[in-house]
């Protein structure tokens, strides 16, 4: 930003990047103890509106992050991509726990090995369960990620790539 007397200059992608890093609106898809964390995190101590994402959305369409939060079973993958795909761009996707990243210690048939083998994630939270604090480092984690995100990055070869990849259109 170039600030001289009286006047301030700066880029448009940045202010875009700001307003849309401290407005997000999540979409809670819990399905496990992770959830309950992240009641957590909602409530008056930790308190995710400090940052802007206090404004659930229970649609995917008025929602532009989604945050994966528990053991997500094979047959629920489908269902899961639904969501994805319902969401207008630009969405982002956080993955919360073990469970959502990796399928945590559920190393079984009907568990889905981690979310991204359905949808692409843009950041992931460690810990089984992680605490308020981790949710939050993944909150800020993914804001920096949207503040910094080249405002053609939706239109771009490389994006329409890594959606075909996962056969979404
Ligand atoms: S990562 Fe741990 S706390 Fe989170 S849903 Fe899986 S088993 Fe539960």
Redesign the pocket.
Known sequence: MYVGEGFGLTQMEKVIGLARANSIWPLPFAT???GIEFMATMAATYDLGRFGAERLSFSPRQADLLMVM??IAKKMGPVLKQVYTQMAEPKWVIAV???ASSG??FDTYSVLQGIDKVIPVDVYVPG??PPPEAILDGILKIQELIKHEPIRRRQSEEYNQLLQSYNID
Request: net charge neutral; charged share 0%; proline share 8%.
């Open positions: 496990s103890c992770c528990g053991t726990g073990a469970c945590g210690i089984c369960p």
